[in-house]
């Protein structure tokens, strides 16, 4: 499975660190920044490209760090076909794959030990969208929304 990652520099260690524990697992991950630290860089740039990547490549998920996740959970939520979740426990990590067929986790580094967050992405990577009924006429609720917003 392709994995599309970026951060800003609350986030940056951890997402080379998710990065190291995904590829020795299989995943194909690709890199939208941040490259390098720097502490007054701005995360929309590196999630909005994430966001972009994972529409444009069907089957492949997103996951996006920052301090708080809170932030970059709201940028990628502005590009259409993304369903950005925050997620901070195991069972969040799950339902919004099971549930919501999120295809993008935005995590809080400063929230999470990196052992914690390996443990959040792994669950959100490893679930799958249940296909219930309910779930999915609430999801073609959100897509027929955002298609008739005009540009």
């Not at 995590?107 to 992405?121: F, W």
Request: glycine residues 8%; charged residues 25%; proline residues 1%.
């Amino acid at each position: 499975m392709r994995v599309h990652v970026g951060t800003d520099h609350a986030g940056f260690e951890l997402k080379n660190a998710i990065k190291q524990v995904l590829e020795a697992r299989g995943y194909e991950v690709v890199d939208h920044g941040a490259d390098a630290y720097d502490s007054e860089d701005d995360y929309p740039s590196f999630i909005i490209q994430a966001a972009e990547a994972v529409v444009a490549d069907p089957g492949s998920l997103g996951l996006i760090f920052g301090g708080s996740g809170n932030g970059e959970v709201i940028a990628a939520n502005k590009v259409r076909g993304v369903r950005a979740a925050l997620i901070h426990s195991h069972d969040t990590a799950q339902l919004a794959r099971k549930h919501n067929n999120a295809n993008i986790a935005s995590l809080g580094a400063r929230m999470h030990s990196k052992e914690q967050a390996i443990d959040l992405v792994l669950a959100f990577l490893t679930t799958d969208f249940t296909y219930a009924e309910r779930h999915q006429r609430r999801l073609d609720m959100i897509k027929a929304y955002e298609e008739s917003l005009t540009d």
